[in-house]
Antibody, heavy 116, light 111 residues
């Protein structure tokens, strides 16, 4: 059974940093593109970042470029999102999802709240 | 990156059909056959319902179908059932720079 379990969310002050993790199981992690998608409270979905299976290609939404870094550890079956210079508008539930454009499996999300 | 345009709401009675539109541009929906649709129930993770415009993942009922014409994609739900009541989001590839863009979402109500 495919499982994606996010962790690392929490309350952080504006300008602060947070590192999200996603533990994957039930499939060959190293064969799949992986993505982060977020959803602000009461709002719609927003793609954040995507990484190639070997980590050699990464793409980001414009609003996080230069602040967020997506990475992965295929030996640990884990996906990460390093978030720096956090802003209030980054407040959202962050989902880890399998896939590049078609995300066929999603985690339950981890909540990031940016507030003073 | 601009979000794709979806109607905020749609509705239908049980057994009826409803179609949700998703309008983009010649740089996203119109340029690629990489449009997908997601269903999201309250406080749940999204679920992939349609990918590559018309394809259904295993386990998705054939009551759900997708299509595209020009810069507009559509999701049709036939034979509406109570459990179809949810938010639906379209999504499209948008090129190497903007990569992926979502629609604003449509709340489907089964009357």
């Amino acid at each position: 059974e495919v499982q994606l379990v996010e962790s690392g969310g929490g309350l952080v002050q504006p300008g602060g940093s947070l590192r999200l993790s996603c533990a994957a199981s039930g499939f060959t992690f190293s064969n799949h593109w992986m993505s982060w998608v977020r959803q602000a409270p009461g709002k719609g979905l927003e793609w954040v970042a995507t990484i190639k299976p070997d980590g050699s290609e990464k793409s980001y939404v414009d609003s996080v470029k230069g602040r967020f870094t997506i990475s992965r550890d295929n030996a640990q079956n884990s996906l990460y999102l390093q978030m720096n210079s956090l802003r209030a508008e980054d407040t959202a539930l962050y989902f880890c999802a399998r896939g590049r454009i078609n995300n066929d499996y999603w985690g339950q999300g981890t909540l990031v709240t940016v507030s003073s | 990156q601009s979000a794709l345009t979806q109607p905020p709401s749609a509705s239908g009675s049980p057994g009826q059909s409803v179609t949700i539109s998703c309008t983009g541009t010649s740089s996203d929906v119109g340029a690629y056959n990489y449009v997908s649709w997601y269903q999201q129930h309250p406080d749940k993770a999204p679920k992939l319902m349609i990918y590559e415009v018309t394809k259904r993942p295993s386990g998705v009922p054939d009551r759900f179908s997708g299509s595209k014409s020009g810069n507009t994609a559509s999701l049709t739900v036939s034979g509406l059932q109570a459990e179809d009541e949810a938010d639906y989001y379209c999504c499209s590839h948008a090129g190497s720079n903007n990569f992926v863009v979502f629609g604003g979402g449509t709340k489907l109500t089964v009357l």
